[in-house]
């Protein structure tokens, strides 16, 4: 069965401090994907990324970045130099081809305060 | 172009009653999937639907059921509510039901059982 694991509940940086949110995952799968979403207190998930299992490259967009292992099962994400505007709960999610549906699996999330 | 939007934002219930929860995906977006936020579950997967079919359920109780229109519009419905049917439920569409396709969030239905 799948899963995701966000073992970080909560996290407080200072802004302008750089942050690493963690993701582990379990799949039997060999295609499967990957994404990050992040919740502001408005509650809408909003999509930051997504990863399919074929494609390791590490991808930066601004100050956003992540590293896909799969050697260690692992979607981790970093916020470079944080804001206060970056301060929500961001999930990490697994979709499996196999699975006949599009479902997604979120870990339970990440809750990040960035303090002025 | 208009994001997904759900109806009501907000509603307040007893036990014991019923409730409809509509959403409306992406203009073009065929796929519509359910998704139950609590404090203490997380973010679990409800339904998924494609083209008027449910393609996929999660693992809850028969009281709670969808459809979904031939202009891919879905409602939601959730009878003889028990207080912890109190939950965000959200709403994500997608263009096509291929696990690549990212799915997009309307801003929810917060409902709560009293």
């Known amino acids: 069965a799948q899963k995701v694991t966000q073992a970080q509940t909560e996290i407080s940086v200072v802004e302008k401090e750089d942050v690493t949110l963690d993701c582990v995952y379990e799949t039997r799968d060999t295609t499967y994907y990957l994404f990050w979403y992040k919740q502001p207190p408005s509650g809408e998930l909003v999509f930051l990324i997504r990863?399919?299992?074929?494609?390791?490259q590490n991808e930066i967009s601004g100050r956003y970045s992540w590293n896909f292992q799969k050697s260690t099962s692992s979607f981790n994400f970093t916020i470079t130099a944080s804001q206060v505007v970056d301060s929500a709960v961001y999930f990490c999610?697994?979709?499996?081809?196999?699975?006949?549906?599009?479902?997604?699996?979120f870990g339970k999330g990440t809750k990040l305060s960035v303090i002025p | 172009k208009a994001g997904v939007t759900q109806t009501p934002r907000y509603l307040i219930k007893t036990r014991g009653q019923q409730v409809t929860l509509s959403c409306s995906p992406i203009?073009?977006?065929?796929?519509v999937s359910w998704y139950q936020q609590t404090p203490g579950q997380g973010l679990q997967f409800l339904f998924e639907y494609f083209s008027e079919t449910q393609r996929n359920k999660g693992n809850f109780p028969g009281r709670f059921s969808g459809r979904q229109f031939s202009n891919s519009r879905s409602e939601m419905n959730v009878s003889t509510l028990e207080l912890g049917d109190s939950a965000l439920y959200l709403c994500?569409?997608?263009?096509?039901?291929?696990?690549?396709?990212?799915?997009?969030f309307g801003p929810g239905t917060r409902l709560t059982v009293l």
């Open positions: 994500a569409s997608s263009l096509t039901v291929a696990g690549y396709n990212e799915q997009f």
């Open positions: 999610a697994l979709s499996e081809e196999g699975a006949g549906s599009y479902q997604l699996t």
């Open positions: 203009s073009g977006h065929r796929s």
């Open positions: 990863r399919n299992s074929f494609d390791e």
